[in-house]
């Protein structure tokens, strides 16, 4: 059989498109959730949306960009927890990091949020922003954090024009930048747990 030049160069043609679409042994492929029509209300650590309709999905150099024009930045972000088995005597001291500048109200992105509650955050949010539904907003928690997409999402019902949803979260902000200690918000302190094996 005669081997032509033309016949090599269309077998390794062949060999690297299906290199192309094979995956790569240990690659990460992202996954996505479909986008709910309003509140999640499943599991809150969890595979995340890719879009947010009415707001931005942006990365951390995407933020580093907006923070010139100072976006309220809204860490809903848990509290840790007190380990358990902890001795008595053991005082329980938890330091909530997040980026600088941010208000953090503890697991606010929650779907089952009170209705008080939901009123104190939306005024306390109009509070922040001089009541301007065009300021620019970034809501953030962890990865794979169903609490930030979830307060997005009700600042875009609330009538805000400038959402931006980090995705990343903290863990990504520390990759690149620093992070500062901060407290809750006024009315958002953590509750302790109660009970054995309680979690707040």
């Known amino acids: 059989m ?14 690297i498109a299906v290199l192309a679409v094979s995956p790569v042994p240990g ?6 959730a479909p986008e709910p029509p309003g509140l999640w209300t499943g599991p809150m650590v969890s595979d995340t949306p890719a879009t947010l309709e009415g707001a931005k999905v942006i990365d951390v150099p ?13 860490d809903v972000g848990p509290a840790d927890r007190k380990p358990e088995g902890l001795p008595p005597s053991t005082v329980w001291m938890p330091t909530h990091r997040s980026i600088p500048g941010a208000v953090w109200f503890p697991a606010a992105g929650r779907a089952d949020l009170p209705a008080e509650k939901v009123e104190a955050l939306l005024q306390r949010i109009a509070e922040l922003t001089n009541g301007d539904k065009s300021a620019p907003l970034v809501t953030f928690c962890r990865p794979r954090c169903w609490g930030s997409w979830n307060i997005g999402k009700r600042l875009v019902q609330a009538g805000y024009t400038s959402v931006h949803w980090l ?6 902000w ?3 930048n620093d992070t500062t200690a901060v407290a809750p918000e006024a009315g958002w302190a953590p509750k302790p747990p109660t009970g054995r094996g309680a979690s707040q």
Do not use: C, H, W
């Not at 032509?4 to 390794?12: K, M, N, V």
């Not at 995705?167 to 990504?172: E, H, L, N, R």
């Open 174 to 176: 520390q990759e690149r």
């Open 27 to 32: 690659a990460e492929i992202a996954k996505y």
């Open 62 to 74: 995407a933020l580093e960009r907006l923070m010139p024009q100072k976006p309220l930045l809204i």
């Open 2 to 15: 005669n081997f032509r030049p033309t016949d090599g160069r269309a077998l390794l043609a062949a060999i």
């Open 167 to 172: 995705p990343a979260g903290v863990s990504g």
